[in-house]
Structures are given as C-alpha cells and as structure tokens.
C-alpha cells in the first residue's frame, strides 16, 4: 500500500487532501503541530497521526523515526504572516515567514528523504502559491498583480526553487510545486473563491502521479505551469 504523510493536515486543504488520498487507497499519516487536533482529524479520518512541528528539528526527525517507510510526502504547511506590504515588511517578518514557509519543507526533506528513497516511486508535492511565480507577479495584466505582499510571495518564490534544485538532485524522484488556486481556509480568512475540494485537485494530482510524470514543475490547477 501506497504511504503518504501529509504535513499541517488537520484542516483545510492539508485534511482535504488526506481524506482524497485516503480514498485512493492510501495509508495517510497526517502531521500536525497540535497532537490534540491532531488526533481529531486523524481519528475522523482514519489516518495515522505523527506530531510534527516543521520549524521543530527534534519533532521532524522523531516524525520520521515514527513513519518509517514513505512514498508520498507533500509539504503543506505554511504560514502567511499577514498581508504585510513592501513598505511594512521587516526582515523579522522574513524571518519568520520563511522558517516555516522554506526551512520548514528543507527540515522535513532532510528527515524523509532517506525514507523516500527506499520508495519504488518516490513523490514529493510542495504546496506553493500563484503569488511566488515570477512570470505571474512581472506580469502588470497578471491575476496576483494587487497582491503585493513580499513576504509571502518571497517564501514560495523560494520553495518554488527549492522544487527545482531537488528535482534535478533526486532524478528517481517526482518532486513539483502545485498552486492549489484561492482557495477559502482560515489562510485568507475564508475569502477565497475556490472550495477545499477544488483546491485540493492540484496537490492530489501530482501526488498521484507515476514514474513517468513531470518533475521539477510548478502548476497551477488547471496542469498548466506558471513559472
């Protein structure tokens, strides 16, 4: 059976994600920092709970130690840090966005990979955003273009070319970046305008994929690739 861990799972589009998996016949481990939620999620949806902080190095590795044997990671958590403008924005702000948004998926790719690599057909899905393309954000006629919030943008810009440079060092691998869309979670206080079920679509497509899929994307939900 295909074993998929899921980080920042116990709501919105990481338990979407968890339970579409699961229906595909995965055995889902959903990571969370807060084991009480935790527990309720994986309870409700008949997954497996390991407590995991992503900017926590010791909860990560012990994570790791309780999984075991992998095949599908997707790096779901992350933070927004506020609609935080390029005059408002510190270097605290970054500092703070970023390790969670960038250190957090490279912590928890250090811990999985060894797993991953014993995996027939090794995954890896990192959940980014529209706003961290650059093609979409130097486009004055793009849809993120009032969106002008460095620190969030800066920090999936950056997974973005951590999906790359993984890619290229783990060929076997399928690893890509997925732009689940607007989606309405607590992220955007319920703004969006996407459910977590459409939302979701992009991350279950490229965690679904096969050997022979792309690697070292980064699509949005419609497949087509936004660099």
Do not use: C
Request: charged share 20%; net charge negative; glycine share 10%.
């Amino acid at each position: 059976m295909t074993k998929s861990l899921i980080t920042g799972a116990n709501k919105a589009l990481g338990f979407e994600t968890a339970r579409q998996l699961i229906a595909a016949g995965h055995q889902v481990w959903i990571g969370a920092r807060d084991a009480d939620r935790g527990q309720q999620a994986a309870d409700q949806l008949g997954a497996g709970l390991v407590q995991l902080g992503v900017t926590d190095d010791a909860s990560v590795a012990a994570a790791a130690e309780t999984v075991g044997e992998l095949d599908v990671l997707v790096n779901n958590a992350g933070i927004s840090g506020g609609r935080i403008s390029p005059s408002e924005a510190t270097a605290e702000d970054m500092r703070t966005v970023n390790e969670t948004n960038v250190f957090g998926p490279v912590r928890v790719l250090h811990a999985f990979i060894p797993l991953l690599e014993k995996s027939q057909a090794p995954v890896v899905v990192n959940v980014s955003s529209g706003v961290g393309s650059l093609g979409l954000a130097a486009d004055p006629d793009g849809p993120w273009n009032d969106a002008n919030y460095p620190v969030y943008a800066s920090s999936k810009a950056a997974l973005n070319m951590l999906t790359i440079r993984y890619a290229a060092a783990f060929p076997r691998m399928r690893i890509n970046s997925v732009d689940p869309g607007f989606t309405a979670t607590d992220f955007n206080r319920h703004q969006g305008t996407q459910t977590v079920e459409q939302g979701a679509e992009a991350i279950i497509r490229y965690a679904l994929i096969t050997p022979d899929g792309p690697t070292g994307g980064f699509f949005d939900r419609n497949g087509a690739e936004i660099w």
